[in-house]
C-alpha cells in the first residue's frame, strides 16, 4: 500500500493517467500536478485524440493547473510525470517557475536533460526515478504492441 502524500503517491496518480492514455492509444505518458498535497491537475498524452503535436500530458496539466490556482507561475506546484519531458514541456516548464519536477522513466532519445544548460529554471527542484520501472514498463509494453 502506497501512503498519502508521498512521491510514490504521486506519481502512482500520474501512471494512472499513463494507463488512460495506453487505453486510448496514446503514448502512455501521465502528469499530475499537486499543490500543497493536493493534486490540482492530471493529464495524459492527447496528441492522437487532439490532432496536436503539443497536447503532451506536460503541457495539458499545466494549462490545467494554472487555470485553476489563475496564475500563470506555479512556484508552490510539483509535477510529477512518468516519463522525462521533452524540450518543448520543459521550456514550458520554465516558463511556469514551476517548483518541483519529479520524472519517473529518463528518456534518453528525446528527454530534456541531453540539453545543457538545462532547460528548466534555475529554482526548480529536479527528483527523478520514482517509479520508473513501471513507467518504463507501460511504454515498452506499447511500442511492443505498435510493432504487432
Known sequence: MIDLYTDEFFMSEALKQAQIGF???EVPVGAVIVCKDRIIAK??????????????????????ASNYLGAKYL????????LEPCTMCAGALFWSQIGELHFAAKDPTRGYCRVHPSLLHPKTVV?????AEESGE???????????
Not at 138 to 148: E, T
Open 23 to 25: 487505453e486510448e492509444g
Open 43 to 64: 493529464a495524459y498524452n492527447q496528441t492522437e485524440k487532439l490532432t496536436d503535436a503539443t497536447a503532451h500530458a506536460e503541457m495539458i496539466a499545466l494549462t490545467s
Open 75 to 82: 512556484p508552490e506546484c510539483k509535477l510529477y510525470v512518468t
Open 127 to 131: 527528483k527523478q526515478g520514482t517509479l
Open 138 to 148: 507501460i511504454l515498452r509494453l506499447f511500442f511492443k504492441k505498435l510493432r504487432n
